[in-house]
């Protein structure tokens, strides 16, 4: 069982959350519906009693029957009445809920609304004065609250479990819509993973899922890209080795049917030598490139003097150039450029990146080697005086076998893994690499930028 089948699905996570929310909801929704459904019905109930004390107070007749009648019958009324006379003095069933600030009250021509007791009960009191003086004075009991109370509670449940009932579904739905195009960026997902190419996966379904979509097409794009550009490494190492591993098998049948003899072998042994060394080189470029891309690659950074490592490695190119003609120049400032990294590391990029310089210039032809404090940094060059490079070249300058392959046949070329080595060893370094043409020169100009340490961010004060 994989990892993702001992986990709940998507859809029931969705529709339990959802279903959690609304119930949540509805349950503070209703806590607060509950208290305040009591409010409002003891309001609508004093509302109420307090209209008809009104019309009771403008119609002394009917007060003083209804008084009569309630005198006369004693018996179980909701609303019983009381009334306060001018002089002060307070008749009727509900007299002994009348308190004195309530008489004042009406005495003095103002209304009354307060809760009492009557026969060991809480009652609603409403008063009102009436056009004589005096006032007269409604009571209900509490019960009555209580009654319209659970009728208002009553019609709540309904509502609130149609509520819950309807998130429920609506998550439901919003799980179904969200789930479906996320199965279906997985299975594309896995079909990827399996070596599959060319799927795409339809944009649909909320912002975020549609860019997940994009994401995986995106994927796939890349990764057909990669693979194509891997198969194409991989025919061009194939033919870059194939071609000295012929030549040397050619010349050692020949020697071992003695085809070739007496003076021809020495000359035979340096085509063999030289074969030799040529796989050797493109052995080491790719041993090198897979080192600079493994994730342990070591760096030992110490305080190094570019001027002084410059000079030494001016020393070992003068040299080389000489025998190839090729008119070789240093520009430093011949002054301490002290910087913190790796010097063994830096040299390698500048034999790299000479290496590459002197194989395209022609006889007569500067290969120049420069140094120049860049604030606290540094900035390297190297700057030839061969074919040079076109805007497409800069594109694909750093990309492993494209310029190999593109110049194969039509000027010199290496093992296409040169630049590649270069521009990882520039970020390994903390540093960048730049290719662009029309150096002063006449050919390819190379800079490499370095910070005063790996990892410290800084402003170039050069524009090369």
């Given amino acids: 069982m994989s990892a993702v089948d001992g986990r709940g699905s998507l859809t029931r996570s969705i529709v339990l959350l959802t279903s959690a929310?609304?119930?949540?909801?509805?349950l503070l929704t209703g806590l607060f519906a509950w208290r305040t459904i009591r409010t409002n019905a003891e309001a609508q109930e004093r509302d109420q009693l307090s209209q008809q004390a009104k019309v009771l107070a403008r119609t002394p007749p009917l007060a003083s029957w209804m008084l009569d009648r309630q005198q006369r019958i004693a018996g179980p009324e909701d609303i019983k009445l009381a009334i306060v006379r001018p002089s002060g003095e307070i008749d009727g069933p509900a007299a002994v809920a009348v308190d004195a600030a309530s008489r004042?009250?009406?005495?003095?021509?103002?209304?009354?609304?307060?809760?009492?007791?009557?026969?060991?009960?809480?009652?609603?009191?409403?008063?009102?004065?009436?056009?004589?003086?005096?006032?007269?004075?409604?009571?209900?009991?509490?019960?009555?609250v209580d009654q319209a109370t659970n009728r208002m509670r009553g019609s709540l449940v309904l509502p609130l479990i149609l509520g819950l009932t309807g998130a429920a579904l609506a998550g439901a739905l919003l799980a179904r819509r969200l789930a479906r195009p996320l199965v279906t960026a997985a299975r594309t997902a896995h079909r990827l993973s399996e070596g599959a190419r060319g799927v795409t996966v339809p944009a649909e379904g909320p912002a975020e899922v549609a860019e997940l979509a994009g994401a995986l097409n995106t994927l796939d794009t890349a990764l057909t890209h990669s693979e194509n550009r891997q198969r194409d490494f991989l025919l061009s190492v194939s033919h870059e080795i194939r071609t000295p591993l012929t030549t040397a098998r050619g010349y050692a049948e020949a020697l071992a049917d003695e085809v070739i003899t007496g003076d021809e072998v020495p000359e035979a042994g340096r085509i063999l030598g030289t074969e030799i060394e040529r796989l050797e080189h493109f052995v080491g470029d790719l041993l090198a490139l897979a080192r600079l891309e493994a994730d342990d690659f070591r760096l030992d950074i110490v305080e190094v003097d570019l001027d002084a490592l410059v000079a030494e490695t001016a020393t070992a190119w003068s040299a080389r150039c000489a025998r190839h003609e090729v008119d070789f120049r240093v520009e430093r400032p011949e002054r301490p450029v002290l910087i913190t990294t790796d010097g063994f590391r830096v040299?390698?990029?500048?034999?790299?990146?000479?290496?590459?310089?002197?194989?395209?210039?022609?006889?007569?032809?500067?290969?120049?080697?420069?140094?120049?404090?860049?604030?606290p940094g540094a900035l390297l060059e190297v700057?030839?005086?061969?074919p040079g490079l076109t805007d497409d070249d800069i594109e694909v300058a750093f990309v492993r076998g494209a310029l190999t392959d593109r110049y194969r046949?039509?000027?010199?070329?290496?093992?296409?893994?040169?630049?590649?080595?270069?521009?990882?060893?520039?970020?390994?370094?903390?540093?960048?690499?730049?290719?662009?043409?029309?150096?002063?020169?006449?050919?390819?100009?190379?800079?490499?930028?370095?910070?005063?340490?790996?990892?410290?961010?800084?402003?170039?004060?050069?524009?090369?």
């Fill in 383 to 386: 700057r030839d005086g061969g």
């Fill in 21 to 26: 929310v609304a119930a949540v909801a509805v």
């Fill in 104 to 144: 004042e009250a009406l005495l003095a021509g103002d209304s009354v609304s307060t809760t009492a007791r009557l026969d060991g009960d809480d009652v609603l009191l409403e008063g009102a004065p009436t056009l004589v003086g005096g006032g007269l004075v409604l009571t209900q009991p509490m019960e009555a």
């Fill in 347 to 375: 040299r390698q990029l500048l034999d790299g990146l000479a290496e590459n310089a002197l194989r395209v210039t022609p006889a007569g032809q500067p290969v120049v080697l420069a140094l120049r404090a860049d604030g």
């Fill in 409 to 464: 046949g039509v000027r010199p070329v290496g093992s296409g893994l040169g630049l590649a080595i270069a521009h990882r060893l520039a970020g390994r370094l903390g540093g960048t690499i730049t290719a662009r043409g029309g150096a002063p020169e006449g050919g390819a100009w190379f800079t490499v930028r370095l910070p005063p340490y790996p990892g410290a961010p800084y402003t170039p004060l050069t524009n090369a």
